[in-house]
Each structure stands twice: as structure tokens, then as C-alpha cells.
């Protein structure tokens, strides 16, 4: 079985993983600090890292552009640095590519979010190529599954999916 590697980053990285893990076709996620400055990020000093999350998923059940999907689902990435009552560098809304395909589906799939209409604004997404990303402290890493009334300010929006056949990101 072959895996592929996804990063993104949209907010606090806890509530993300939540959601995100249960989609089928993932294998593993974890959360960690990405797309900075500073070298062995942690909590207490990532300088300007987003908090993030590595994604393994299996290409022959989910494809990329659906994770991308669901993360534009569960997040605003309408809000420049902030998600619900996050604000600062470390929430912004990022996408951070493995491959040159990685990028173009990011790239066509925020040109599909945004001539769909359904969201509140135009996507502020930032889109980058994957640098290293450090494993953020075991009390991070599965945190809702050990704290399922903990803070979080993801939520699926059933309102913001791009109408069938809107899959530019994928025909070419």
C-alpha cells in the first residue's frame, strides 16, 4: 500500500487533527510547527511557525484535492492570522506542498473555493513548499481524543462544499 504526505496548517492544530484523522483514506496525522523560522520548534518557542498538522494518507482511497477539500470545510481560511479566538502568525491559514502536483492542486483548488461563492471572502490561504516540521509535545498530539470537551474552533461547515463537478484541481 502506498501512502502520500499532506501539510497544512488552519489554526490551532488540536482541533484540526480531530477532525481530520477520522476522514477515510487517512493513515496517520500529527501535529507539529511548520513553515518558521526557528529550528526544534516547541510550544513555548516556534518563532513564526503555524501550527500544523502532517497528514499520511493512502492515495487509492482519498486523493489530495479531497483532503484539501475538507480542510477548507473545517476552517475559515477567509481570516488572515486567526481562526475563532486564535490570532497571531502561529493561526494563519497555509497550505505547504510536497510536489510541483501538490501545488497545483492547492493552486486550482482555491481558484474553485473562490468562484464558488461560498464562502464569506476570498481566500487568504497562503501556499508554500513544505520545509521541515517539528513534532509538537506529546501533550499536543491527540489532544480532543484525550480531552473531548477541550477548545477547539474547527467545525464542519456543511454550507462551504464546492458544488460536484467543481474538481479543476484534478482534470488536468
Known amino acids: 500500500m502506498g501512502s502520500e504526505r499532506a501539510v497544512l496548517a488552519g489554526g490551532c492544530f488540536w482541533g484540526m487533527q480531530d477532525l ?3 476522514q477515510e483514506g487517512v493513515l496517520s496525522t500529527r501535529v507539529g510547527y511548520t513553515g518558521g523560522d526557528v529550528p526544534d520548534a516547541t510550544y513555548r518557542n516556534h518563532g513564526t511557525h503555524a501550527e ?3 497528514i499520511v494518507f493512502d492515495p487509492a482511497v482519498t486523493s489530495y484535492r479531497r483532503i484539501l ?3 477548507f470545510q473545517i476552517h475559515d481560511p477567509t481570516t488572515p ?3 475563532g479566538n486564535d490570532r497571531g502568525l502561529s493561526y494563519r491559514s497555509a497550505i505547504f506542498y510536497v510536489d510541483d502536483d501538490q501545488r497545483r492542486v492547492a493552486e486550482a483548488t482555491i481558484a474553485d473555493v473562490d468562484a464558488s461563492g461560498l ?10 513548499p513544505a520545509g521541515p516540521f ?4 506529546p501533550e499536543h498530539q491527540d489532544y480532543l481524543e484525550r480531552r473531548p470537551d477541550g ?3 474547527h467545525f464542519v461547515r456543511p454550507n462551504w462544499v464546492l458544488p460536484a463537478g467543481t474538481t479543476a484541481a484534478e482534470s488536468d
Open 20 to 22: 481530520i484523522r477520522r
Open 69 to 71: 477539500e475538507f480542510f
Open 81 to 83: 492570522n486567526r481562526q
Open 52 to 54: 500544523g498538522i502532517e
Open 151 to 153: 477548545y477547539t474552533c
Open 119 to 128: 464562502w464569506p471572502g476570498k481566500v487568504v490561504t497562503e501556499v508554500a
Open 134 to 137: 517539528w513534532e509538537a509535545e
